[in-house]
C-alpha cells in the first residue's frame, strides 16, 4: 500500500492558499489562471469590429473571416441587451397534457423496449409495441396528474428564448486590424456595421 504525500513547503507564487492542507490531485497543485505555463489569459482585451441587429447575420461573418483563413477560435459573437421572452404557444388543457405525456411516454418506451429487444429471443416486434404502449399509457397519466395538481394556475404551454438587440463580432484585440480588413472585402449589402 503506499501512501500519498503532503506537500509542505511554502505556496508558489500562482497557487491557492497554503498548499500544506491540500495533497496532490489528479492534475497536481490547483493554480490560478495564468499561472500555468501555456494557460490562455481569460483577460484578453477585445475588439467589437461589427455589430448586427440578428444572430444569423453575426455568424455569417464569423464563417465569411473563417472562408478567408482569420483565425476565428480569437473571436466571439457577444449579445447585448438580453431579454427573456416567452412565447405561448396555446391553451394547455389536461386533454392536451396528457397528450404530451403520451408523446414523450412512447418515446421513452420505445428506447426501454429497444433495450430490452437486444436481449431477446423470441418475439422481438411484440416487446417493442408493448413498451411503446406502456410508456404512452403512463406518460399520458403522468402529464394529466402533473397539469392538474398546478391547480389551474398555468393553464397555457409556452417555449422560453433568450433574445439579444444587437449581436458583436468581437475579436482579441492584436487581430483587430485583420479582421477589419478580411472584412472591407466583404459584401457591403451583407448589412454589417464596421466599429
Not at 444572430?55 to 457577444?78: C, G, K, N, W
Not at 436481449?119 to 396528474?145: D, E, K, Q
Request: glycine fraction near 12%; proline fraction near 5%; avoid cysteine.
Amino acid at each position: 500500500m503506499t501512501r500519498s504525500t503532503i506537500r509542505t513547503d511554502a505556496a508558489s507564487p500562482g497557487t491557492l492558499g497554503d498548499t500544506a492542507n491540500f495533497p496532490a490531485g489528479p492534475a497536481g497543485y490547483p493554480t490560478t489562471p495564468g499561472a500555468v505555463p501555456g494557460a490562455t489569459d481569460q483577460s484578453q482585451a477585445t475588439v467589437t469590429v461589427a455589430t448586427f441587429p440578428d444572430y444569423a447575420s453575426a455568424q455569417r461573418t464569423v464563417d465569411y473571416l473563417s472562408d478567408h483563413q482569420f483565425p476565428v477560435e480569437r473571436s466571439a459573437i457577444v449579445g447585448t441587451s438580453l431579454r427573456l421572452v416567452e412565447d405561448v404557444t396555446g391553451r394547455l388543457t389536461i386533454g392536451r397534457a396528457a397528450l404530451a405525456g403520451a408523446g414523450t411516454g412512447a418515446w421513452f418506451g420505445l428506447f426501454i423496449g429497444l433495450l430490452v429487444g437486444i436481449f431477446a429471443v423470441v418475439n422481438w416486434f411484440g416487446i417493442i409495441i408493448t413498451a411503446l404502449v406502456i410508456g404512452a399509457v403512463w406518460g399520458a397519466v403522468f402529464g394529466a396528474v402533473a397539469h392538474a395538481m398546478t391547480g389551474g394556475r398555468r393553464d397555457f404551454s409556452s417555449r422560453s428564448l433568450l433574445q439579444a438587440s444587437q449581436y458583436g463580432v468581437a475579436v482579441d484585440a492584436q487581430f483587430a486590424e485583420q479582421a477589419r480588413q478580411v472584412l472591407q472585402q466583404m459584401n457591403p449589402s451583407a448589412g454589417y456595421a464596421m466599429q
